[in-house]
């Protein structure tokens, strides 16, 4: 992936300032959409100190890759046309303790990717990153080739979207594994198997295939 690619953020939390940094730090200009006025999201860059650029929702919707880093309930109410033809990564997780109950959330036969791309249905939704804790990503990166390198399971159902967002992930110092469909995401969620995994690329991609 081209490194003059722009990575749009929405969301100032701690996954959201992450993968800023990640990206960043891999020569990707990175654009950002916070809660509130764009000052306030300025102001939060500069606390953190990340050199990402505050911007609208319009502005961030139409970088290279746009990054959900919000509560899935959240992006369950966006308007899903700013998302046309756009590649979306959903790093998203459901929490009962801090949203309820959701049993639409943890049904197996959907998991909650297949949801966002019904919400998003012109996007082209690719999940990545949900699985691996945002402190173990901030620590995590290692450059190609190194055997404590770990993997990060990217899905899609469209795989021209999965082997762009492959390729993010690579430039960010982890190794992408490509799993198929969001269909087979189930097993990344809370409580399930491959959730909070920290592996090696090969014995993650046995675990996931």
């Known amino acids: 992936m081209n490194s003059s690619a722009t990575i749009g953020i929405i969301g100032t939390g701690k996954l959201g300032r992450t993968l800023a940094r990640l990206s960043l730090a891999a020569g990707f200009s990175v654009v950002i959409h916070g809660s509130g006025p764009l000052a306030r999201t300025a102001r939060v860059l ?42 979306v990564v959903d790093p998203m997780n459901h929490w009962d303790e801090a949203d309820g109950p959701r049993p639409d959330f943890d049904d197996p036969s959907t998991p909650t990717s297949v ?33 404590h390198r770990w993997g990060v399971a990217v899905a899609a159902d469209d795989a021209e979207a999965g082997t762009t967002v492959a390729a993010w992930v ?20 809370p409580g399930k198997p491959l959730f909070g995994a920290t592996l090696p690329e090969s014995e993650l991609r046995r675990a996931l295939l």
């Open 46 to 87: 500069e606390t953190f100190d990340i050199a990402a650029t505050p911007a609208s929702l319009d502005e961030v919707t139409a970088a290279d890759i746009v990054v959900l880093a919000i509560p899935l309930s959240d992006a369950e109410v966006l308007d899903g046309s700013l998302f046309d033809g756009t590649i």
């Open 115 to 147: 949801l966002v791309q019904r919400w998003f249905d012109r996007a082209r939704v690719v999940k990545a990153f949900n699985h691996v804790a945002y402190k173990d990503l901030a620590g995590g990166a290692r450059v190609s080739g190194d055997p």
């Open 170 to 189: 690579d430039a960010l110092g982890f190794d992408p594994v490509l799993v198929g469909s969001l269909a087979a995401t189930y097993a990344l969620q």
